[in-house]
């Protein structure tokens, strides 16, 4: 996705950047905490209300983080507590895995070294970019946290997601919804992907910085989002009208995806309050569900930039 280099890699946090730091030689340097175990600080996410259900059912998995900048970004966010960070041991420097190194020293997270082989034996994805990361799993929020406006006053900018079980797919609407400035994300708990190393790695770090809830239904979920005020807009190809003509994107607002093939589902798009589609140019009828998902986000994202 455009908008920020290199999956983001010279993004500001707190209002100053964080420059890599480089060593002299063609290795990278090992840094001074290696060895020591400790937990990077961490904000403390709020529990999820109601239902009771098992910490199993809580979790939305992401325990284990592969690829350079996703790593990186879990690092940077310390939302979470990050256990270990493991690298192959053939690896040569570069300024993103330097500054890997120096962010777990700063946070006292052991840092350990793997041969070539046993490091390929621990990983889930392809090409995990020699760098894998062992954390705390990710806790969703109520979903009633994303039907209120932010501190800010932003209002809620939601993005739904019926049934998307491909992960890659899964991590690339995550990365695209982060940087359309999307307020929350509503997963089913069954039938669905959550965060797996594949959705991680493609998502390049977004899962750290997006607001997510698990519920039981989507139906009765989107029931409460009208209640709550938020538009439900469904995206599907025989929608009732297209997208740039969505009268509803400045108000709070919910993009309601479907799966890849079987789109949206009948309850789910029954619920809905209005139903669109992409206009489409060429001889293909239909998007890839994560490029249809960054249309629709970014057409969103413009309308709310350009609201009084």
């Not at 990983?123 to 994303?146: N, S």
């Amino acid at each position: 996705m455009s908008g920020r280099s290199s999956g983001g890699a010279n993004r500001k946090r707190g209002g100053s950047s964080r420059a890599p730091s480089r060593s002299g030689g063609g290795k990278r340097r090992r840094p001074a905490g290696a060895g020591q175990r400790g937990t990077t600080p961490v904000r403390e996410p709020g529990a999820t209300s109601g239902g009771g259900g098992s910490k199993r059912e809580s979790s939305l998995g992401g325990e284990q983080v592969e690829g350079r900048h996703a790593v990186r970004e879990l690092l940077l966010a310390g939302s979470r507590r990050t256990r270990e960070v493991i690298l192959s041991g053939d690896l040569d420097s570069a300024p993103i895995i330097d500054d890997i190194i120096d962010l777990a020293d700063e946070h006292k997270v052991t840092v350990r070294e793997l041969s070539r082989g046993r490091f390929d034996s621990l990983t889930r994805t392809e090409g995990a970019q020699g760098v894998v990361a062992m954390a705390a799993p990710i806790r969703p929020v109520d979903l009633g946290e994303l039907l209120v406006n932010d501190i800010d006053g932003t209002k809620p900018f939601l993005m739904v997601l019926d049934g998307i079980t491909d992960p890659g797919n899964l991590g690339a609407i995550l990365r695209t919804a982060e940087c359309a400035g999307v307020t929350g994300v509503v997963l089913p708990r069954h039938r669905a992907a959550h965060i797996t190393p594949t959705v991680s790695k493609a998502a390049a770090g977004a899962i750290e910085h997006l607001r997510m809830s698990v519920v039981g239904g989507l139906p009765s979920a989107m029931s409460t989002m009208r209640e709550a005020g938020v538009w439900t807009v469904g995206l599907d190809a025989g929608g009732d009208r297209v997208i740039h003509d969505l009268p509803v994107a400045d108000e709070p607002v919910a993009l309601v995806l479907g799966a890849e093939g079987p789109g949206l589902s009948r309850l789910v798009r029954a619920r809905c309050d209005t139903v669109v589609s992409i206009p489409l140019q060429g001889v293909l009828d239909s998007l890839n569900v994560s490029a249809a998902a960054a249309v629709a986000c970014f057409e969103v994202t413009r309308r709310r930039s350009s609201s009084p």
